[in-house]
């Protein structure tokens, strides 16, 4: 029994093969691969058996007993059709013969290393997995597809309030129609994209570091925020202390106003999901700008008022109030309805009617309250003498659900 030699083909017709990739091309009796690779070589004798995409290669590839060889495109290895051979075909049968890969050849053209980069391919993912890949990496290289566009991927960037990237789109490299195009995720959306393309986003800082600061206590002045809107920094600290996250939790941001308690828990769930939802379209345009400012990685800004908007996004391990809108009750209801057993549930509330209400929901319904009382008084350095100024006290609920 023979080999079969998987070729890869280059970006730039028969030049982008190498003198012994050219060589076993041309000493195979058969030959596979895609359509328009095969017609590079329509000269050579050799039987030609076309690959469609979702062929089951299982029913196709065969191992002859003469030199066979399979076309793909760049690296056979690199999302391409090399890990479904390998499951196919003994690997003994197997042998690989890698090209220049169209990724590669992107960062060549926009003269960006690319050793620091993270490679996406759409095929088979969820817009929410490959966002989330996007925004936790400096660098992204997305082999695209007929869904998951370019236009698409900017969008849900946007609406995930994380727009701070230099856009690559990368069309048709080594044709007559190349095209580079650079601009940024808000212009994305009304480029016109070539169907054969990599996306290529590169974070952009603009000057301002906050975001590459990891520190655990961000002061109020960092966030933009109208301030009634904002949990201050002493409540926010304990209230995430009370929450008691860990590193792979899904925490929901309920009433998350400018969402500074889900960028300090960003900090503290590097492997979570974190759900900050607001209704209010000021509030949120406040949110997705300090998600930017900070460059979170695992905060989702959900639009919606609560509790209707909590029935797409996954199940909480743990849950901050921050603002209910008038529907405390209805939320806490939704709320017990789908949180885990042991999971936590914090409140900061300014009113009486706040916590008794709150409190009355959670003993009739079988958790274990604990209740504080913060009371916090800063200095002020506009005026001559050195005095604290008392702010509101605070009623930080905190309730864990019992097992069933």
């Given at each position: 029994?023979?080999?079969?030699?998987?070729?890869?083909?280059?970006?730039?017709?028969?030049?982008?093969?190498?003198?012994?990739?050219?060589?076993?091309?041309?000493?195979?009796?058969?030959?596979?691969?895609?359509?328009?690779?095969?017609?590079?070589?329509?000269?050579?004798?050799?039987?030609?058996?076309?690959?469609?995409?979702?062929?089951?290669?299982?029913?196709?590839?065969?191992?002859?007993?003469?030199?066979?060889?399979?076309?793909?495109?760049?690296?056979?290895?690199?999302?391409?059709?090399g890990r479904s051979?390998?499951?196919?075909?003994?690997?003994?049968?197997?042998?690989?013969?890698?090209?220049?890969?169209?990724?590669?050849?992107?960062?060549?053209?926009?003269?960006?290393?690319?050793?620091?980069?993270?490679?996406?391919?759409?095929?088979?993912?969820?817009?929410?997995?490959?966002?989330?890949?996007?925004?936790?990496?400096?660098?992204?290289?997305?082999?695209?597809?007929?869904?998951?566009?370019?236009?698409?991927?900017?969008?849900?960037?946007?609406?995930?309030?994380?727009?701070?990237?230099?856009?690559?789109?990368?069309?048709?490299?080594?044709?007559?129609?190349?095209?580079?195009?650079?601009?940024?995720?808000?212009?994305?959306?009304?480029?016109?994209?070539?169907?054969?393309?990599?996306?290529?986003?590169?974070?952009?800082?603009?000057?301002?570091?906050?975001?590459?600061?990891?520190?655990?206590?961000?002061?109020?002045?960092?966030?933009?925020?109208?301030?009634?809107?904002?949990?201050?920094?002493?409540v926010r600290v304990?209230?995430?202390?009370?929450?008691?996250?860990?590193?792979?939790?899904?925490?929901?941001?309920?009433?998350?106003?400018?969402?500074?308690?889900?960028?300090?828990?960003?900090?503290?769930?590097?492997?979570?999901?974190?759900?900050?939802?607001?209704?209010?379209?000021?509030?949120?345009?406040?949110?997705?700008?300090?998600?930017?400012?900070?460059?979170?990685?695992?905060?989702?800004?959900?639009?919606?008022?609560?509790?209707?908007?909590?029935?797409?996004?996954?199940?909480?391990?743990?849950?901050?109030?921050?603002?209910?809108?008038?529907?405390?009750?209805?939320?806490?209801?939704?709320?017990d309805g789908r949180?885990?057993?042991?999971?936590?549930?914090?409140?900061?509330?300014?009113?009486?009617?706040?916590?008794?209400?709150?409190?009355?929901?959670?003993?009739?319904?079988?958790?274990?309250?604990?209740?504080?009382?913060?009371?916090?008084?800063?200095?002020?350095?506009?005026?001559?003498?050195?005095?604290?100024?008392?702010?509101?006290?605070?009623?930080?609920?905190?309730?864990?659900?019992?097992?069933?």
């Amino acid at each position: 029994m023979g080999v079969v030699y998987v070729v890869g083909a280059g970006v730039e017709g028969q030049e982008g093969f190498s003198a012994r990739a050219l060589t076993l091309v041309r000493q195979a009796q058969v030959l596979y691969g895609a359509q328009r690779l095969l017609d590079l070589f329509s000269e050579l004798s050799a039987e030609k058996v076309v690959i469609k995409d979702h062929d089951d290669l299982s029913a196709v590839v065969r191992v002859h007993e003469g030199v066979t060889v399979v076309l793909t495109s760049g690296d056979p290895l690199f999302f391409s059709i090399g890990r479904s051979l390998l499951r196919n075909l003994p690997k003994d049968k197997l042998e690989f013969v890698p090209n220049v890969s169209s990724v590669q050849f992107a960062f060549a053209r926009i003269k960006e290393p690319w050793d620091d980069a993270v490679f996406i391919s759409t095929e088979g993912r969820s817009m929410a997995d490959i966002i989330d890949r996007v925004v936790a990496n400096n660098k992204a290289a997305i082999l695209t597809d007929a869904i998951h566009t370019p236009a698409a991927i900017a969008t849900e960037l946007m609406q995930r309030g994380r727009d701070g990237y230099t856009a690559y789109l990368c069309e048709d490299l080594g044709t007559e129609q190349e095209r580079i195009v650079q601009t940024s995720i808000q212009k994305l959306p009304d480029v016109a994209a070539a169907e054969l393309n990599v996306l290529i986003l590169i974070k952009r800082y603009d000057g301002d570091v906050r975001g590459t600061q990891r520190v655990f206590g961000l002061s109020d002045d960092a966030f933009v925020a109208l301030k009634k809107q904002m949990t201050g920094e002493e409540v926010r600290v304990v209230a995430l202390a009370k929450l008691q996250l860990r590193r792979d939790m899904t925490l929901w941001d309920i009433g998350a106003g400018s969402g500074s308690v889900s960028i300090e828990a960003d900090y503290l769930l590097p492997e979570g999901r974190i759900y900050a939802i607001e209704r209010n379209d000021e509030y949120l345009e406040l949110l997705r700008r300090n998600m930017n400012t900070f460059q979170t990685r695992n905060v989702r800004a959900v639009q919606g008022e609560a509790p209707v908007c909590l029935e797409d996004i996954p199940d909480p391990d743990r849950v901050f109030i921050g603002g209910s809108g008038g529907n405390l009750w209805e939320i806490l209801a939704a709320v017990d309805g789908r949180l885990a057993p042991e999971g936590r549930v914090v409140i900061t509330a300014t009113t009486l009617d706040t916590l008794v209400a709150s409190t009355d929901y959670f003993e009739n319904s079988g958790y274990r309250v604990e209740v504080s009382t913060l009371n916090v008084a800063r200095t002020n350095s506009d005026t001559d003498y050195k005095v604290f100024e008392a702010r509101n006290p605070v009623y930080i609920i905190m309730a864990t659900k019992a097992f069933e």
